[in-house]
């Protein structure tokens, strides 16, 4: 069973800068196909970005795609959401998902993964 655990949430002022991580356990990594989504207090979960396993194909949400940056790194089984001038817009809990096979989905439905949340908080 893949376990996912998300770090590095926190405080930071507007135009700061956060770097969120994922730990995987328990599957092949590369095999997945991973992503971050965020919930805002009164909104839907929304995607933010996604990458394939083998980090060929990426994509994000247009207002973040000039701004946040997904990676990963298959040898230790890690993703990251490296996210640079932040605003107050971008706070939510950020989730780590996962799901078999090469499909960047953008819809959360799609992912049988998920890691508890992490907290991001942008604000002066």
């Known amino acids: 069973q893949v376990q996912l655990v998300e770090s590095g949430g926190g405080l930071v002022q507007p135009g700061g800068s956060l770097r969120l991580s994922c730990a995987a356990s328990g599957a092949t990594f590369s095999s997945l196909t991973m992503g971050w989504f965020r919930q805002a207090p009164g909104k839907e979960r929304e995607y933010v970005a996604v990458i394939t396993g083998s980090g060929a194909r990426m994509s994000s949400r247009d207002v973040v795609k000039d701004r946040f940056t997904i990676s990963r790194d298959n040898t230790k089984r890690m993703m990251y959401l490296q996210m640079d001038s932040l605003e107050p817009e971008d706070t939510a809990v950020y989730y780590c998902?996962?799901?078999?096979?090469?499909?960047?989905?953008?819809?959360?439905?799609?992912?049988?993964?998920w890691g508890q949340g992490i907290q991001v908080t942008v604000s002066s």
């Open positions: 998902a996962a799901r078999p096979g090469n499909a960047a989905f953008a819809d959360a439905s799609k992912y049988e993964i």
